[in-house]
Nanobody, 122 residues
Framework: QVQLVESGGGLVQAGGSLRLSCAAS????????MGWFRQPPGKEREFVAA????????QYADSVKGRFTISRDNGKNTVYLQGSSLKPEDTALYYC???????????????WGQGTQVTVSS
């Protein structure tokens, strides 16, 4: 099992940028694919981005392609989500997730953190 703790959320103006972090503990971080989901107010949780254990494979939702970048540092047991050109519709509770493989992460069937709030003002 792995424990996940997100940080870095906050209030940002439209057009700005933000970096979220997710620190993992428990089983060796490097064996897990990692990812991010988000849940906008009043909506379902949705996939944002995923990264393989090596970092060599990444996957993004169409809504964030070209604006968000997922990365990881296995030495620090941390995965990051860098967002730029943020829009009000990026406002959501952002969750970190981990799974045995990238498909597990994308399917949303892995382990979850508690979430960090991102609010983008217009």
């Amino acid at each position: 099992q792995v424990q996940l703790v997100e940080s870095g959320g906050g209030l940002v103006q439209a057009g700005g940028s933000l970096r979220l972090s997710c620190a993992a503990s428990g089983r060796p971080f490097s064996i897990y694919a990692m990812g991010w989901f988000r849940q906008p107010p009043g909506k379902e949780r949705e996939f944002v981005a995923a990264i393989s254990w090596s970092g060599g494979i990444t996957q993004y939702a169409d809504s964030v392609k070209g604006r968000f970048t997922i990365s990881r540092d296995n030495g620090k047991n941390t995965v990051y989500l860098q967002g730029s050109s943020l829009k009000p519709e990026d406002t959501a509770l952002y969750y970190c997730t981990a799974g045995a493989r990238i498909s597990t992460v994308v399917d949303g069937t892995g382990y979850w953190g508690q979430g960090t709030q991102v609010t983008v003002s217009s």
